[in-house]
């Protein structure tokens, strides 16, 4: 056999090993949903799937716990003391105890799923600072400590353990636009037009990352 012959029967049986395969992307179908279907405002830009499998979506106005079925809208009502206090959501996370971190322009608000009310982080760093700047990012380290980028203000981190918070004066703190903490607990900071930047001595340094070549 040529290698002509070759190449056809090897091209045979990719196809007929291709024809094979159940094509399932029929199946798949898409919803876009906006206000009509109950979302509060189209500008989403956070989402989060919980422990309890509800869908979260912050907008710039309000937040929005979907079931697959229907929306329930939180927003601010100067009525309730126990209600969201700024509508404006810019980043979500669910702690290991089931409560959601609500990241707004006005600082950090916990929601408690079973009283089903919300409370504003008010807690001092250990340099008496509290988060009161628009949050940019939440997220958690390996050992479910909880990790903040705040506009202007730097990195906050939450000790679970300790229930204390701790605050990073990072420079140009105005420009910290990602945080991720990895196995080692090493920080990385992503900065808007200036790179990437780490830690892993808890902030007494704060460097430059390159790679072997210095780019």
């Known amino acids: 056999m040529n290698d002509m012959k070759k190449a056809l029967l090897t091209l045979l049986l990719v196809l007929l090993h291709l024809s094979a395969i159940p094509n399932n992307y029929s199946s798949y179908s898409f919803l876009h949903i906006t206000g009509d279907n109950g979302l509060s405002q189209s500008h989403v830009k956070a989402i989060l799937k919980?422990?309890?499998?509800?869908?979260?979506?912050?907008?710039?106005?309000g937040l929005n716990r979907y079931d697959g079925s229907n929306f329930r809208t939180f927003k601010y009502d100067h009525k309730n003391p126990q209600s969201l206090g700024n509508n404006a959501i810019n980043s979500l996370h669910e702690n290991k105890d089931g409560n959601l971190w609500i990241g707004t322009d006005n600082g950090i608000y916990l929601y408690n799923?079973?009283?089903e009310s919300f409370s504003k982080l008010e807690k001092k760093s250990q340099d008496s600072v509290c988060?009161?700047?628009?949050?940019?990012?939440?997220?958690?380290?390996?050992?479910?400590?909880i990790w903040l980028i705040v506009e202007s203000q730097g990195v906050f981190y939450f000790d679970n353990d300790k229930q204390a918070l701790f605050h990073y004066p990072v420079p140009d703190a105005h420009a910290?636009?990602?945080?991720?903490?990895?196995?080692?607990?090493?920080?990385?900071?992503?900065?808007?037009?200036?790179?990437?930047?780490?830690?892993?001595?808890?902030?007494?340094?704060?460097?430059?990352?390159?790679?072997?070549?210095?780019?």
């Open 50 to 61: 919980d422990s309890y499998g509800f869908m979260w979506f912050g907008t710039k106005d």
């Open 113 to 115: 799923p079973i009283m």
């Open 131 to 145: 988060i009161t700047q628009p949050i940019v990012q939440i997220t958690a380290d390996s050992h479910e400590n």
């Open 176 to 215: 910290l636009s990602s945080i991720c903490v990895d196995q080692q607990n090493t920080v990385w900071l992503g900065y808007k037009g200036k790179g990437l930047y780490y830690t892993n001595d808890t902030f007494r340094t704060l460097q430059l990352f390159t790679t072997k070549d210095g780019k």
